[in-house]
């Protein structure tokens, strides 16, 4: 497996149990893809030299060092993953049942492991809303489960909103449409349980927001234009804050799913705890004004920098 011990030691370093939450979310679904691949130990030496380099950075307090040596490990672990799936590929997909699959299983209980193993199922075949998965009765034969361990994890699936068991003969375990709204409100939900405060998510939220920036620039130069008209449109009447809509629209141009998924929770988080709504209800017209004209000065100037091309200015603009 790529991966070892090195991530989890500057999750714990930066003191900021939301990315320690964040990291672990990411770490078991890197471990997912990486426990049947086995790097040559030439591979792990190399990325083993780049870790050591980075810690070195950080001992010398060279944040800046550190970061693009860690942009660079990521970019390297990455190829290295995509040759060992290659020869992977090529060597011939090995023969696993689906009981064979759980047992290899040794996080959870049996009804999660099981959960995991449908969800796996899902995205190895690709299946798409409305195809079926399998029938109650072949799912129990080829998992090797009991009725109650199967159903406590369809449970968990409809949870989720990735499948539903349906009744009938056209029925069966049945892929449902995705709901990013849903999986939003789990992990806010979750967020509010652990009790992690706002200036953590802040962080984290920081880092998201800067990465899209970036990509925004790299990956949508066409559509860099709505962004001004975005801006333009901004208004103190509007419901939605002006902020919120922005970062919203740099999640959706920066081409990446997770990002923007990670973005509508961070925003959407801190509104649970802070009415933000109310309190611009409560204001008088004047203590809006103000603020919302700093914001939308704010804004044309990152809009600017991003639709210029210049990742450095609109980074730390955003920042500012």
């Not at 696993?96 to 969800?119: F, Q, Y």
């Not at 509508?264 to 204001?283: G, M, Q, T």
Request: include cysteine; charged fraction near 30%; glycine fraction near 6%.
């Amino acid at each position: 497996c790529i991966r070892d011990s090195f991530y989890p030691l500057l999750v714990d370093l930066s003191m900021n149990p939301a990315i320690r939450l964040l990291a672990r979310a990411l770490g078991r679904r890197a471990i997912e893809k990486d426990a049947a691949l086995d790097p040559p130990l030439a591979m792990l030496d190399t990325i083993h030299a780049r870790q050591m380099e980075i810690l070195q950075a950080i001992r010398d307090g060279d944040a800046k060092r550190a970061e693009w040596g860690m942009v660079e490990l990521s970019i390297e672990v990455d190829e290295a993953r995509k040759r060992l799936e290659v020869d992977a590929g090529q060597d011939g997909p090995g023969i696993e049942s689906p009981s064979e699959a759980i047992a290899r299983d040794t996080h959870g209980k049996l009804p999660s492991r099981v959960a995991r193993w449908i969800k796996r199922e899902i995205f190895r075949n690709r299946f798409q809303p409305g195809e079926v998965v399998g029938f109650e009765r072949d799912l129990l034969e080829s998992l090797g489960v009991s009725r109650s361990v199967f159903r406590e994890a369809v449970r968990v699936v409809e949870f989720y909103g990735l499948a539903e068991m349906r009744r009938g003969p056209k029925g069966g375990l049945t892929v449902c449409e995705p709901d990013p709204r849903q999986m939003e409100d789990a992990v806010i939900s979750y967020l509010e349980f652990t009790g992690i405060d706002l200036p953590h998510l802040f962080d984290v939220r920081i880092a998201v927001e800067l990465a899209n920036v970036r990509w925004t620039i790299e990956r949508s130069a066409p559509a860099l234009e709505s962004l001004g008209e975005l801006v333009e449109c901004e208004t103190v009447k509007d419901r939605r804050p002006p902020m919120e809509r922005l970062h919203g629209r740099l999640a959706e141009l920066s081409k990446n799913r997770a990002s923007g998924f990670l973005s509508n929770i961070l925003a959407r988080s801190p509104d649970r705890k802070i009415d933000v709504e109310r309190a611009l209800h409560a204001a008088s017209s004047a203590e809006v004004h103000g603020p919302a004209a700093r914001a939308h000065a704010e804004h044309a100037a990152i809009v600017e920098a991003i639709r210029s091309r210049d990742v450095a200015v609109a980074q730390d603009r955003m920042l500012s």
